[in-house]
């Protein structure tokens, strides 16, 4: 079982520049997997970038990069120059590797300040 | 490429009435899930299969009922619809690395 907390219900950044969404979870699981996906207005859920718990590298996509610490169960999201289609929910959720069930937090609204 | 599809999209509902969400994958994915949506909530898992016949319990399953005749389709039912379960609902599917693919939502409103 996974538990998956995001701390901010809403943040707001100024275009071009960078923000930093904040995870943290909660797992039982000894390999597992950490996802942030985007839900614009569209509703469509989007995968941002994923993370492999056995992986000690970041991952990396583009503008988007993760900080997974994993002593601390932590997996931030952070996003360079931001741009205007980057505002959206944002979740961040947590997969064991042999069950495949997404658990997901509770999302970070995040608005991009022209 | 169509991926996952869910019909319908929207739908609207009165209390005690029953329907089914149709969630089919052409991607020969083994699992997938229905989850809903609901404001400040996130996603919670509502049924999942983890290959055709068969369907198990996730985290909000009652109320509601699954079935995965075959591989392609997975379809959530409703017997006798509450105005609790007003709700966006998404279907998703895997392959076996974790990573899910998404339909785009059904909106259901239960009056």
């Known amino acids: 079982a996974q538990t998956v907390t995001q701390s901010q219900p809403e943040m707001s950044v100024q275009e071009a520049e960078t923000v930093t969404l904040s995870c943290t979870y909660d797992?039982?699981?000894?390999?597992?997997?950490l996802f942030w996906y985007k839900q614009p207005p569209s509703r469509q859920m989007i995968l941002v970038i994923r993370q492999e718990a056995y992986k000690q590298q970041n991952a990396t996509e583009n503008r988007f990069s993760v900080n997974f610490q994993k002593a601390a169960k932590s997996f931030s999201l952070k996003i360079s120059d931001s741009q205007l289609g980057d505002a959206a929910m944002y979740f961040c959720a947590c997969s064991g590797a042999g069950s495949y069930q997404l658990t997901f937090g509770k999302g970070t609204k995040l608005s991009v300040i022209p | 490429n169509a991926g996952v599809t869910q019909t319908p999209k929207f739908r609207v509902l009165k209390t005690g009435q029953s329907m089914t969400l149709l969630c089919a994958q052409d991607?020969?994915?083994?699992?997938m899930y229905w989850y809903r949506q609901d404001p400040g909530m996130g996603l919670r898992l509502i049924h999942y299969?983890?290959?055709?016949?068969?369907?198990a319990k996730g985290e909000v399953p009652d109320g509601y009922n699954v079935s995965r005749l075959k591989k392609q389709n997975f379809l959530l039912g409703l017997e006798s619809a509450a105005p609790s379960q007003t709700s966006v609902y998404f279907c998703?599917?895997?392959?076996?690395?974790?990573?899910?693919?998404f339909g785009e939502g059904s909106r259901l409103t239960v009056l």
């Open positions: 797992t039982s699981e000894s390999d597992y997997y």
């Open positions: 299969s983890v290959g055709e016949g068969t369907t």
């Open positions: 998703a599917s895997t392959k076996l690395d974790g990573e899910l693919f």
């Open positions: 991607m020969n994915h083994e699992y």
